[in-house]
């Protein structure tokens, strides 16, 4: 899991609740991400960050929202605007973003949410 | 009924065999593949990667395969081991893109 954290790694919330996930990174990586896994399926982008204090959404951002005050933490917000929030969410890292073309993702152990 | 999405294509491979794992990548741009493993309830881990301009690259037990004709990306694994059991990931970049784009990736089951 390299030197990217996340926590809890369960979580367990109501119907209609907000729920911040964590993901901390001492790899001094300038980028973040965060995916959602479901059942048998790849790996979907919801937000990524290049730098501090800027982040832009990815392919299913509607429904979660992130901050980007420190570089070494990237936490995600699941909203209750989130239809169906309970999956399995990853974390990654990697050194650079902008106008590089090969750099290999870093990923945290992940956050499994289960919505009751 | 389940939703096929459930259901990932599976690798059956005789502990010491080779495996060979394939994927079929979505953007002839593409230059830039990797190769993920992911255990139950883990995250995902860097195994190879390998740039458009090469055709093959090998690692420890690894060997990665590039066919940009018929965009086609093959990881083989020597000598399977039952710590090879995973669910195995292909990724592509395009240029300098901000993102990944994975495959809904393959199961490998070693059997002893």
């Known amino acids: 899991d390299g030197g990217i954290t996340q926590s809890p790694k369960y979580l367990f919330r109501k119907e209609g609740q907000n729920v911040t996930l964590s993901c901390e990174q001492n790899l001094n990586h300038d980028a973040m991400y965060w995916y959602r896994q479901d059942p048998g399926q790849g790996l979907r982008l919801i937000y990524y960050s290049q730098i501090v204090n800027d982040f832009q959404k990815g392919d299913i951002a509607e429904g979660y929202s992130v901050s980007r005050e420190k570089k070494e933490s990237f936490p995600l917000t699941v909203t209750s605007a989130q239809k169906n929030p309970t999956a399995f969410y990853l974390c990654?890292?990697?050194?650079?973003?902008?106008?590089?073309?090969?750099?290999?993702?870093?990923f945290g152990p992940g956050t499994r949410l289960t919505v009751l | 009924g389940e939703s096929v999405g459930l259901h990932l294509p599976t690798l059956s491979v005789q502990e010491g065999d080779n495996s060979i794992i394939n994927c079929a990548y979505s953007?002839?741009?593409?230059?830039?593949f990797i190769w993920y493993k992911q255990e139950s309830g883990k995250g995902p881990q860097f195994i190879i990667d390998i740039r458009s301009n090469m055709d093959k690259r090998q690692g420890q037990r690894v060997t990665v395969l590039l066919n940009k004709t018929v965009k086609h990306l093959s990881l083989q694994i020597a000598a399977t081991q039952p710590g090879d059991s995973a669910v195995y990931f292909c990724a592509e970049k395009t240029g300098t893109a901000s993102k990944l784009t994975f495959g809904t990736g393959t199961r490998l089951q070693v059997m002893l």
């Open positions: 990654a890292s990697s050194k650079r973003l902008a106008g590089v073309k090969y750099n290999e993702q870093f």
């Open positions: 953007n002839s741009a593409s230059d830039y």
